[in-house]
Nanobody
Framework: QVELVESGGGLVQPGGSLRLSCAAT????????MGWYRQAPGKQREFVAG???????NYVAAVEGRFTASRDNDKNTMYLQMNSLKPEDTAVYYC????????WGRGTQVTVSS
């Protein structure tokens, strides 16, 4: 069983940056394709970025060129570097396995506002 703990969120002005972390327990993390997801108020949770076990990342168009996903399998941790943040990036951010999710963590709140 894998437990996921997201951290690194906060309040940032438009144009600012944040780096999110996702710490996972258990050995399944390093053999799992993982993703970052977000849920804005009143909206469904949506996929933002994915990363293969080998570190190849893909992104939705809304964040392409601004967000960078990475992972360190030795540390059972993955990251999301978010630059040039926009108010529409405001959401709770989660990490989870792509495809068949583990139990969801609590997420980390990202608020982009002046």
């Amino acid at each position: 069983q894998v437990e996921l703990v997201e951290s690194g969120g906060g309040l940032v002005q438009p144009g600012g940056s944040l780096r999110l972390s996702c710490a996972a327990t258990g050995s399944a993390f390093r053999v799992s394709p993982m993703g970052w997801y977000r849920q804005a108020p009143g909206k469904q949770r949506e996929f933002v970025a994915g990363i293969t076990t080998g570190g190849t990342a893909n992104y939705v168009a809304a964040v392409e060129g601004r967000f960078t996903a990475s992972r360190d399998n030795d540390k059972n941790t993955m990251y999301l570097q978010m630059n040039s943040l926009k108010p529409e990036d405001t959401a709770v951010y989660y990490c989870n396995r792509v495809g068949l999710p583990f139990d969801w963590g609590r997420g980390t709140q990202v608020t982009v506002s002046s």
